[in-house]
């Protein structure tokens, strides 16, 4: 009853918030690669598999992870996880809503069986398929992976920012097209929270770090290089260092180690790492701006990370060209300027660049109302 005086806010609830007093849980299993404190930062897929594990409860469902075997290593927070073994789920089975495969892909028999059960079998990809695809069968003629396996799936899923693969992957595993279904890309913090904070520091002179995996073409340190090579030659007063990390490949490529790092201008500045963690990269170098150049991959966790911790980083990402310091490559000199501001002014613009943040992270957000009613209707 509206009584006069009472502050009516009935229009201020949301709807379709998930119950928090529910009893009865619709199971969802994820297929998954071994998740520990190790492998939880050799790739991406595997926070996401985390992260999405946490989105379905926040919708109302039970996770479960499906890996090889329980052991692993793993701190308190990994270990909120609740894991089942293949021989566990089916000498105990449990009713299934949906069987999710990311990480990890089973057998035709163990999808017939759950199907057998209950269970909606979904294949989710989370890379750029196409590509890869490509590449392996053109560079290791050899190499022989299970990548997909085809039989008794019911739908097939991919990432917004690989939507261009969902024709390919549907028909690749003998899926009806009109199954194919473009999920919400999410992101949560808690990777970054919960294994150490490292926050930029403000320096007046601050290095430049390329952190891209360099296995693919799709994710490389070249552009990043060859624009902070053009940026020294207008700008050579700038005195800071280049780090390369993932650099190793370089070293294993005669071409990159042998012309193209010893023809640049800056090849005295260039520092070569191996590969490293997220956390000790940002332990190392607090006082630094990042470079990032994808190829078809324009959603990228790293960005995230380093924008959360407050990190100058330029991208090319076209789906997020409104936030943080976006460049252009067909834009070369905008680029240059873009790296120059980053290097010296970021520090009076923080608070803008952390409103930038705060509203990307959400746009993302598992929590965000407009992201789980996406969820909602696909799952």
């Not at 989105?55 to 039970?62: A, I, N, S, V």
């Not at 199954?179 to 890309?185: F, H, T």
């Not at 790092?261 to 520092?271: A, N, R, W």
Request: proline share 3%; charged share 15%; with cysteine.
């Amino acid at each position: 009853m509206n009584i006069p005086g009472n502050t009516d806010l009935s229009s201020y609830i949301p709807g379709n918030v998930s119950s928090i007093t529910v009893t009865e849980y619709k199971s969802i299993i994820l297929a998954s690669n071994d998740i520990n404190d190790n492998s939880l930062f050799l790739n991406g897929l595997t926070q996401n598999i985390i992260i999405l594990y946490d989105l379905f409860e926040c919708l109302g469902y039970k996770s479960h992870l499906l890996q090889n075997n329980r052991n692993s290593d793993k701190n308190d927070f990994l270990n909120r996880y609740d894991v089942l073994t293949t021989v566990e789920l089916i000498k105990n089975p449990i009713p299934i809503y949906a069987f999710i495969e990311i990480g990890m892909s089973v057998n035709t028999m163990i999808r017939s069986y759950l199907r057998s059960i209950g269970a909606k079998i979904i294949k989710l990809y989370l890379g750029n398929i196409l590509n890869i695809d490509i590449e392996t069968i053109h560079n290791f003629k050899s190499v022989f992976f299970h990548h997909h396996i085809v039989g008794e799936i019911d739908e097939i899923w991919t990432s917004t920012h690989y939507k261009q693969h969902i024709e390919y992957a549907s028909l690749l595993n003998r899926t009806e097209i009109s199954k194919g279904k473009v999920v919400p890309y999410v992101w949560n913090p808690c990777f970054i929270t919960q294994y150490g904070v490292y926050e930029w520091i403000p320096s007046d002179c601050l290095d430049i770090v390329i952190m891209d995996p360099n296995i693919s073409f799709q994710k490389s340190f070249l552009y990043s290089l060859l624009l902070i090579e053009a940026y020294y030659k207008k700008h050579p007063e700038w005195n800071g260092n280049v780090h390369i990390i993932n650099g190793d490949r370089i070293n294993i490529t005669p071409h990159s180690h042998n012309f193209i790092i010893p023809s640049l201008t800056l090849k005295d500045k260039i520092v070569i790492h191996g590969r490293k963690t997220i956390h000790t990269i940002l332990k190392e170098h607090r006082s630094s701006c990042f470079i990032t150049h994808q190829w078809n991959n324009d959603f990228n966790y790293m960005t995230l990370e380093l924008m959360y911790c407050n990190y100058p980083i330029l991208h090319n990402s076209e789906g997020w060209r409104a936030f943080g310091y976006h460049y252009d490559i067909n834009k070369w000199n905008d680029a240059i300027d873009t790296l120059h501001f980053a290097l010296h002014h970021h520090k009076q613009h923080l608070n803008i660049y952390k409103s930038h943040t705060a509203n990307l992270i959400w746009k993302h957000s598992i929590h965000n109302p407009d992201i789980q009613n996406e969820w909602r209707s696909i799952i």
